[in-house]
């Protein structure tokens, strides 16, 4: 998928024509209620302290018999003013709803190309980025980019808006004075966005120590049994306080830099403000600019601040707003999983398969291979076993199997059908993995084992028999529809990976894999486990991952795995006679 530029952002922006022509509509609607507002009093001065009567009296007096007394034009005004700042205000507030609409939908879409395009990341891709680092991008930089598109781009419309309106004032009130301010006031947003430029790469630095204290958050938080167990919780928390320093340094520096680049840019306006009413009042003494209109040229300036400071801070939203979508765009420089094409489906019509690996290599990255000239051939039905100690790539060769890795080179079969004909989807879906430390849903017991499916309670008792958990749940208060807590809490290690079990039942896969699936079992739960779980593992095609002798019994072949190769395969009763390396192997294992 392509990377999100501003440029594609406007041109969605585009696509909303009817609501973008109504709030253009409304936005110049409330400049011209507003525009006249800095006008009205200044000019009672002229027509009525001056007495120099002009169309602001006709006006009033066309329209009502006054009796000519200061104090009802001075009133008339007052409240004129009151009501057209109030319309403003409800024009403006209606300007922004259709930018807030425009923008949401903007976002939602951002989000959702997001979403997708992380849906079908490579799973290597995925867990070298991180899942803290992804969750910042979806949640903090998406929530800038919105601000940006829903608040300041409104901003900006009325604020342009209001300085061509009172810029067409100023020029019928004083053509000379309004090219001064319209030099000055330009040549101010100049220097301000070069400040402005130069604080967004002190936001940048600390978005980016923000990014890496929610990784190292992320991490520590989802570990924190382990730490705590451990106890290493001094030294964890304290690399994370050493990472909330460096936000606090980058904060402060990005905080006090922009604060003083604002209060610059402000100053600026200040001084440009000063120089004008200096000049304002010469031209009260040397041309026909009266005190009334001088002083109402003073009130636009006023009025011109609040958009001219708005389009200031949207300099600010604006990189802040870059910075996030760039950020936001390194999701689209992962790899995704390749998409294979759906030509045949080797699963359909067969209950279970036979697998073959050919000249299989794998590697995480360039420096160290995972899987070397891995070749094996399982029969369909048949029961092996992956031994091999750890980090010896047993894990990594049944998650290929999988299809949660692409190999780099070589070939995955199954019934002779290469994987980039089935698609690894179609794989997944076939093809079950029983993992060592199951994840769960904060959610019920039902939920876990279903991922939502519409099951049948008839399927979900079966699929606890099976599992050894029958006992366990009908004692809970709501049984089935009982709350597991975040990633199980409530359950033990043995209880977590028997509901693991029991998924794999209801998911009902052609292959089965076990990875180390009862590892956390004393040794009769795990017998009556597999007592129960023969008749439905029973010509069924399954891969075990284990240490111990009493769950590779349950196979008939066994492959031992040493540094990423197949070192040594047979039979299980000859190579326990055979061969005594391996027979102390699993001696040391048993004890």
């Known amino acids: 998928m392509q990377k999100q530029t501003f440029k594609d952002i406007f041109k969605e922006i585009l696509k909303h024509k009817p609501a973008l022509i109504k709030a253009n509509l409304i936005a110049i609607l409330a400049v011209l209620v507003s525009v006249p507002v800095p006008l009205m009093i200044p000019l009672l001065i002229d027509e009525i302290l001056l007495e120099k009567p002009g169309v602001f009296l006709s006006i009033i007096d066309s329209i009502f018999s006054s009796n000519g007394e200061p104090y009802f034009y001075i009133l008339f005004a007052l409240f004129l003013a009151i009501f057209l700042r109030g319309v403003y205000f409800a024009l403006a507030v209606w300007q922004n709803w259709y930018f807030n609409i425009i923008s949401k939908k903007i976002v939602y879409k951002i989000r959702q190309n997001l979403l997708g395009y992380i849906s079908k990341l490579s799973l290597s891709e995925y867990e070298h980025f991180g899942s803290g680092k992804i969750s910042s991008l979806l949640i903090v930089d998406i929530?800038?980019?919105?601000?940006?598109?829903?608040?300041?781009?409104?901003?900006?419309?009325?604020?342009?808006?209001?300085?061509?309106?009172?810029?067409?004032?100023?020029?019928?009130?004083?053509?000379?004075?309004?090219?001064?301010?319209?030099?000055?006031?330009?040549?101010?947003?100049?220097?301000?966005?070069?400040?402005?430029?130069?604080?967004?790469?002190?936001?940048k630095r600390e978005n980016a120590k923000i990014s890496e204290f929610s990784d190292k958050l992320n991490e520590i938080l989802d570990l924190f049994w382990q730490v705590r167990a451990s106890g290493r919780e001094k030294k964890f928390f304290a690399d994370l306080d050493a990472k909330a320093k460096d936000i606090k340094v980058a904060a402060i520096d990005f905080g006090y830099k922009s604060d003083a680049a604002l209060k610059k840019s402000f100053m600026l306006f200040l001084t440009g403000f000063e120089?004008?009413?200096?000049?304002?009042?010469?031209?009260?003494?040397?041309?026909?600019?009266?005190?009334?209109?001088?002083?109402?040229?003073?009130?636009?300036?006023?009025?011109i601040m609040n958009p001219i400071e708005a389009i200031i801070n949207i300099q600010y939203d604006y990189h802040n707003a870059k910075a996030a979508l760039g950020r936001i765009n390194k999701i689209y420089d992962l790899k995704q999983e390749t998409k294979f094409p759906h030509k045949k489906n080797p699963f359909l019509e067969t209950y279970t398969n036979e697998i073959e690996l050919k000249n299989i290599n794998f590697e995480h990255n360039k420096d160290r291979s995972i899987l070397k000239n891995i070749n094996m051939k399982i029969k369909k039905g048949s029961h092996i076993a992956i031994v091999g100690a750890s980090g010896s790539g047993k894990s990594t060769l049944a998650q290929l199997i999988v299809g949660f890795y692409e190999p780099k080179s070589g070939d995955l079969l199954f019934d002779g059908i290469s994987y980039k004909d089935i698609g690894f989807d179609i794989i997944r879906n076939h093809v079950y993995m029983v993992l060592q430390s199951p994840m769960m849903f904060n959610d019920t017991v039902r939920f876990n084992l279903t991922f939502g499916k519409d099951v049948d309670d008839e399927s979900i008792q079966k699929a606890l028999k099976i599992s050894q958990l029958s006992e366990f749940i009908s004692s809970l208060e709501k049984g089935v529809d009982s709350l597991v807590g975040k990633n199980g809490i409530k359950l033990s290690g043995g209880q977590r990976q028997r509901l693991s079990i029991a998924r794999m039942v209801i998911a009902n896969p052609n292959i089965v894999i076990l990875d180390e699936s009862t590892s956390s079992l004393d040794v009769t739960t795990e017998d009556m486990l597999f007592d129960d779980l023969t008749l439905f593992l029973k010509q069924r095609t399954t891969i075990i991952i284990a240490h111990r002798l009493s769950t590779v019994n349950m196979a008939d072949f066994i492959y031992v795995v040493e540094d990423g190769e197949i070192k040594e395969c047979g039979v299980k009763e000859e190579l326990l006679k055979l061969n005594g390396h391996f027979a102390r192997y699993f001696n040391q294992r048993k004890q």
Do not use: C, E
């Open 143 to 203: 929530g800038t980019l919105d601000r940006f598109l829903g608040s300041s781009i409104s901003r900006l419309l009325i604020s342009v808006f209001s300085i061509l309106g009172v810029g067409i004032v100023l020029f019928i009130i004083h053509w000379q004075l309004a090219l001064l301010i319209f030099f000055i006031n330009p040549l101010t947003a100049f220097l301000t966005i070069k400040l402005a430029r130069k604080v967004s790469i002190f936001k």
């Open 275 to 303: 120089i004008l009413r200096a000049i304002g009042v010469l031209m009260v003494a040397y041309s026909d600019l009266s005190i009334g209109l001088m002083l109402a040229v003073f009130g636009y300036l006023w009025v």
